[in-house]
């Protein structure tokens, strides 16, 4: 009886213990992204330059390396997924444009932002032209994919239970975004 209270004591503690962790986790990687799009957006990158669809579309890796940060190129280039509820774009309410991160292409208006609850920046309708899609089955189930139109980057996966008018959800990164403010 006395093994079985010590393991369930040590079990409770264990998981107090990783609770706590993996909230100040969340809040270091929260700061830790905040700080790095301070940062990508104040050096000169991609952001704002003048180049061609095909120019876009054909930076090498190591170019892309070189105008991305770290978190902006595992999701745009390597199709990662930032942590839920680490973007600050979850709370932005102001009226304007979210872009990709990548090179600037408006995506979405601030219009079709909703609060999905999923604890990534949400929108239930794209601008015509900005996204294209694909079938992604990495996770043994089939979903769709979908990438900024001109330079290809990797923004998030398209669900069907968003609200009206489109019953749409597309779930972004917030690492894959900018916004700009209208003005």
């Known amino acids: 009886m006395l093994k079985t209270k010590l393991n369930r004591r040590t079990l409770g503690l264990s998981s107090a213990a990783f609770a706590i962790s993996a909230c100040t986790a969340s809040t270091t990687a929260t700061k830790a992204n905040a700080d790095e799009r301070q940062t990508s957006a104040g050096r000169d990158n991609a952001k704002g330059q003048i180049m061609s669809d095909e120019q876009w579309a054909n930076l090498s890796e190591s170019e892309w ?9 595992y999701v745009l280039r390597k199709e990662g997924t930032e942590r839920a509820g680490t973007s600050p774009l979850n709370n932005e309410k102001r009226k304007g444009t979210y872009v990709c991160a990548g090179c600037g292409l408006p995506l979405f208006k601030s219009e079709t932002k909703y609060e999905s609850g999923t604890g990534w920046p949400s929108f239930y309708t794209y601008i015509d032209g900005a ?18 139109a001109r330079c290809g980057g990797h923004q998030g996966h ?8 489109t019953g749409l959800r597309y779930c ?12």
Do not use: Q
């Open 131 to 148: 996204l294209k899609t694909k079938v992604d089955r990495k996770l043994f189930m089939t979903r769709t994919e979908y990438h900024c």
């Open 172 to 183: 972004n990164n917030g690492v894959a975004l900018d916004f700009v403010e209208n003005g």
């Open 65 to 73: 390396k070189d105008r991305l940060t770290e978190s902006e190129f």
């Open 158 to 165: 398209v669900f069907e239970d968003g609200p009206r008018p």
